[in-house]
């Protein structure tokens, strides 16, 4: 049986939609309280998904339905918005609704999530997008993303996270350069990425914010209970709290479904952003100095960079997956609930540091074990590529520009079977994978 393990200690059990299995009861902490255990509070798990817009632009389309569950393609559009954050390392959702607010139903939404908590709140009367933060105060965590549920910027949300926190900020804001979109309001920046000016404009070039933010809950405290606007009452307005508001351009795709024209554009944008090129990385050799049966957070030595590397890939809208050899549980080295907890470890390091794997794969099956469930011969063990061709399966991945890169024979051997480019590690990974990129 393969093991999946994601950023946060869950994987897909099969095709998507996904289903998750738990893997937290197999982790016990220690009394001990040391920075393993306190960084699981310091990551951001939850995003506030805005979806009580009435979307008057798109006409008789949203007279039935509210724009956040038009289907496109496959899936509502909210459930893009939901997989976006999911894949990054979120596990609570807080959809606040208000019009058709009883067309938001679970089964809808979640398509057979487990182990991911999503709340649907539904508001009397409207009260604007702080309004509604102010008013679901008792759900929020310390530190949240808000999101708008009819639109989608594929970014790296844990880079939002790093630097607005790196910029001892509450309120942090993801901008894009935009040509299109008259109706939104523009935001200015000074060379510290310190927001200066918050104003309504028609000019056709400006920074628009993408529609998500990262928030600490103290902010919303200091709010009163009314109807009130993020961009205008807390942005614009500031509300005269002390606190800078720190904002970044990204450059990447953006899309909002609020009128027409943008809805028509949304098939395309949806195929060409979820199908993401992915870079399948071993793991001893590559994340890590190889020791030999590595199994503790204290015998990870990371490699030169390696940090900046994945967060390069993150930023450049690959896929980052690990495939990794784990005969030390075969051989009784030790124990899968020990590889669980590492994997989990390994993925909060990546996430305090403004990036993330996307899911680590595992075969714990070696042919000579001592152990009998684990005894036998598995395609999934390298070099057989069995690992990537369940990942190409479960996920939606660009088989073309994908590729490998190991310390071993068997990790090439293995990306050669999957017919993508297999790569050797060199000393810095990071400058190994900024040059791949360039020759695509």
Known sequence: M???????????????????????????WSLKFDITFICLFLITDQCII???????????????????????????????????????GIRNFLI??????????LNKIKQGLKNTKIKIIKEKYKLGTAGTLRNSIKYLNESFFVTNADTLFDINIRDLEYFTNYNNSN??????????????????????????????????????????????????????LEKL????????????????????????????????????????????????????LDRDGVINDD????????QIIWRKNIFKAVKFLNDNNFRVIVV???????????????????????????????????????????????????????????????MIEKAFKDWKIK??????IGDKAIDIAAGKKSNIKAYYVEKDIFLQVKRILNNF
């Not at 393990?5 to 869950?10: A, E, F, N, S, Y």
């Not at 609704?97 to 938001?104: A, D, L, N, V």
């Not at 400006?206 to 600490?216: A, E, N, S």
């Not at 088989?399 to 490998?404: A, G, L, M, Y």
């Open 2 to 28: 393969l093991k999946l393990v994601d950023r946060l200690g869950w994987g897909p059990s099969g095709n998507f939609p996904w289903e998750f299995d738990s893997l937290w009861p197999h982790q016990k």
């Open 50 to 88: 805005l979806a009580g817009g009435v979307g008057k632009r798109l006409g008789k389309i949203t007279k039935k339905i509210p724009k956040p569950l038009i289907k496109i393609k496959d899936n509502h559009f909210i459930e893009y918005v939901i997989q976006n954050f999911y894949r990054q």
């Open 96 to 105: 606040l609704t208000w019009y058709k607010s009883e067309k938001f139903k």
């Open 171 to 224: 309120i942090g804001v993801a901008l894009t350069s935009s040509l299109f979109h008259k109706n939104y309001s523009s935001y200015k920046i000074n060379k510290n990425n310190i927001v200066t000016k918050y104003q309504i404009s028609n000019s056709k070039k400006k920074l628009i914010c993408g529609g998500i933010y990262y928030f600490k809950k103290k902010i919303i405290k200091k709010l009163k």
């Open 229 to 280: 606007d993020i961009d205008r009452d807390i942005i614009k307005k500031n509300f005269n709290f002390k606190n800078k508001i720190t904002a970044k351009i990204y450059k990447n795709s953006f899309i909002d479904i609020g009128s027409k024209a943008t809805l028509k554009k949304a098939p395309k944008f949806i195929y060409k952003n979820i199908i993401k090129p992915c870079v399948f």
């Open 291 to 298: 020791l030999g049966y590595v199994h503790k957070p204290r």
């Open 324 to 386: 990794t050899n784990q005969a030390g549980i075969a051989k009784g080295k030790f124990k899968e609930k020990d590889l669980l907890f590492l994997t989990d470890w390994i993925n909060k390091e990546f996430i305090k540091k403004g990036s993330f794997i996307d899911y680590t794969y595992y075969c714990p099956f070696h042919p000579k074990s001592k152990i009998k469930k684990y005894k036998k011969k598995s395609v999934l063990r390298k070099p057989n590529n069995g």
């Open 399 to 404: 088989r073309k520009k994908s590729f490998i």
